[in-house]
């Protein structure tokens, strides 16, 4: 059964970079698109960026467009997300999940609902 842990959060300064990683266990990622969501206070997650099974399309918020990039290494069975010129509001934690729905990146990103497999959480903390 796939399981996903999320890796390097952590404390970094504004105008600095991450990057996160989301580790697959128990099965491979080359079935599964996979979505970057971040709590949000007051609401449900929200997906910051999604990719496909194959790598091949990618999306964004409009809050990160620009500054994060999504990508995944199917033989690595890890995704990753790069985050440069990190703000303070990026403060949150983030999630990693997995869909095996063939649904378009668009849709897939628009909802936490898509989405069965979700790793723990990773703590990114932006302050000086």
């Known amino acids: 059964q796939l399981q996903l842990v999320e890796s390097g959060g952590g404390l970094v300064q504004p105008g600095g970079s991450l990057t996160l990683s989301c580790a697959a266990n128990?099965?491979?990622?080359?079935?599964?698109?996979i979505g970057w969501f971040r709590r949000v206070p007051g609401k449900e997650r929200e997906g910051i960026s999604c990719?496909?099974?194959?790598?091949?399309?990618?999306i964004y918020a409009d809050s990160v467009k620009g500054r994060f990039t999504i990508s995944r290494d199917n033989a690595a069975n890890t995704v990753y997300l790069q985050m440069n010129s990190l703000k303070p509001e990026d403060t949150t934690v983030y999630f990693c999940?997995?869909?095996?729905?063939?649904?378009?990146?668009?849709?897939?990103?628009?909802?936490?609902?898509?989405?069965?497999?979700w790793g723990q959480g990773t703590l990114v903390t932006v302050s000086s």
């Open positions: 999940a997995a869909t095996a729905l063939r649904r378009s990146v668009q849709t897939l990103c628009s909802t936490t609902g898509y989405f069965a497999i």
């Open positions: 990719i496909s099974s194959s790598g091949g399309s990618t």
């Open positions: 128990g099965s491979t990622l080359d079935d599964y698109a």
